[in-house]
């Protein structure tokens, strides 16, 4: 992709989207942050605002909220590569999920309204321990999840967008469907037993109950549709059905996959800080 091409990053805001977004300006490339909040704004409730933000783009990555799993989220994430590829977009990468029914339906919808795309099928996050939900429980010294000994290979959101910019900047990448994974799988509490050796601070990991979890959330302000994308996570994708390790970093970017104890040693410092700070 030349210096004058154009990027657009649907869910610019977002863990993914931010990472992509700056990378490829590193790149030269000329990026449209596309969110709610953006000028033009992208709403995907709202059709009359993709083509404002999508025509004249070259390339564009799309990572569909709240969740690709979720039920019309197939049909409209369709929709737009069918637009983007309408005006005159060449590649599209599209952010998923692993082991997710309705995400694999959205894929295979995708690829037939823009067959070049890129698929990104991502393991669990390993980023939603230091920017998300899990973040304070840990700085706490106790996280408490409705999972007991299922192992899961987190991926590094920077090796995500790595591979997002690769498919985005080169033809090499197109039609491939990469199953993004660490190099490793671990359970919640040797996630967790790793994390406090990288922050030097005592933590532990234990499981509860579905509904334990569910009211927790409640207690501290969570909205039900939130609620209810964690209770579709820990019941749809965490049972194990995701605990085999793949190579797609490494067959995307010719290098293995970040390990998890890398991770946390470039982010210890986050889970160190005082819950008060």
């Given amino acids: 992709m030349s210096q004058q091409s154009t ?40 059709p009359s605002t ?27 994430a369709a929709r737009a590569a069918e637009l983007a590829r309408t005006l005159g977009a060449t590649r599209l990468a599209l952010l998923s999920g692993r082991g997710e029914t309705e995400a694999q339906r959205a894929e295979a919808m995708v690829a037939q309204a823009f067959p070049e795309r890129t698929v990104l099928r991502c393991a669990f996050f390993a980023q939603n321990f230091d920017e998300s939900f899990l973040l304070e429980p840990l700085r706490a010294g106790m996280l408490a999840l409705p999972v007991t000994d299922v192992a899961e290979p987190f991926v590094d959101l920077e090796d995500v967008a790595e591979v997002a910019v690769a498919a985005l900047t080169s033809d090499a990448h197109a039609g491939r469907i990469y199953e993004l994974t660490g190099p490793r799988s671990l359970t919640f509490a040797e996630a967790v037993a790793e994390m406090s050796g990288a922050s030097g601070r005592p933590m532990r990991y234990h499981p509860i109950s579905l509904e334990d979890f569910a009211a927790s959330l409640a207690a501290e302000g969570m909205s039900t549709g939130e609620i209810d994308l964690l209770r579709y996570l820990f019941t749809e994708v965490l049972d194990g059905r995701n605990s085999m390790v793949t190579d797609g970093v490494e067959q995307a970017l010719g290098r293995p996959a970040t390990d998890f104890r890398d991770y946390a040693a470039r982010v210890g410092s986050t889970w160190a800080v005082e819950a008060t700070a």
């Fill in 7 to 46: 990027a657009v990053v649907l869910g610019a805001t977002g863990k993914t989207g931010r990472r992509v977004a700056a990378r490829l300006e590193q790149q030269g490339v000329e990026v449209r942050r596309a969110s709610r909040g953006s000028s033009p704004r992208f709403d995907w409730e709202d």
């Fill in 50 to 76: 993709w083509a404002p933000v999508i025509d004249g783009a070259d390339a564009v990555y799309m990572a569909f909220a709240p969740d690709l799993g979720m039920p019309g989220a197939p049909e409209t």
